[in-house]
Antibody
């Protein structure tokens, strides 16, 4: 079935980097963009941006430029989110989610990856 | 950028009663070339990722119970749960996908009265 499977939880110290993976299966990876969404503890959903899986072109929302990088490895149908110079307020669950090629809304979500930044 | 707002912040409804959530966008999300509103509704239960309920403002995603319905056009939208069930306790978010960035609304928490 169509699914996105994300890498496991991470515990990092401030200033470190983290790279989260999101592996797609059950559909043709390059037909649908991958979105990244952040959810801080007890908070709502923040759209971080997306990456065109055909061209590799990323789009970042305001507040997610500079330290945040979206990338792909299409040979293994995987999208990545790398965050550098981690801060305590980067502590959150990070979701990848597929844009539907039918209606352009987000239809499939990964299970989420918890990133905890603590000294 | 488009800003999304929702009301109320939280809502307590008796089992079997109707729940209504409002979502407003600061600009129209109606795409004139296909007459579709680029607005989606999601349900998120604790410890789970969001689940798509409605796209194009009023089209129910496959497998979503028909007690969930979406309506509205332009800048004003509504999600209705016609007869609240215990399993509907969740936070509900709207999101516009008309133009980037694609912000979510702040969410509405639905509970049982």
């Amino acid at each position: 079935q169509v699914q996105l499977v994300q890498s496991g939880s991470e515990l990092k110290k401030p200033g470190a980097s983290v790279k989260i993976s999101c592996q797609a299966s059950g559909y043709s990876f390059t037909t649908s963009a991958i979105n990244w969404v952040r959810q801080a503890p007890g908070q709502g959903l923040e759209w971080m941006g997306w990456i065109n899986t055909d061209t590799g072109n990323p789009t970042y929302a305001q507040g997610f430029t500079g330290r945040f990088v979206f990338s792909l490895d299409t040979s293994v149908s995987t999208a990545y989110l790398q965050i550098s110079s981690l801060k305590a307020d980067d502590t959150a669950v990070y979701y990848c989610a597929r844009t539907s090629y039918v209606h352009n809304g987000v239809d499939i979500w990964g299970q989420g990856t918890m990133v905890t930044v603590s000294s | 950028d488009i800003v999304m707002t929702q009301s109320p912040d939280s809502l307590a409804v008796s089992l079997g009663e109707r729940a209504t959530i409002s979502c407003k966008s600061s600009q129209s999300v109606l795409f004139s070339s296909n007459n579709k509103n680029y607005l989606a509704w999601y349900q998120q239960k604790p410890g789970q990722p969001p689940k798509l309920l409605i796209y194009w403002a009023s089209t129910r995603e496959s497998g979503v119970p028909d007690r969930f319905s979406g309506s509205g056009s332009g800048t004003d939208f509504t999600l209705t749960i016609s007869s609240l069930q215990a399993e509907d306790v969740a936070v509900y978010y709207c999101q516009q996908y008309y133009t980037t960035p694609f912000p979510f609304g702040p969410g509405t928490r639905v509970s049982i009265k």
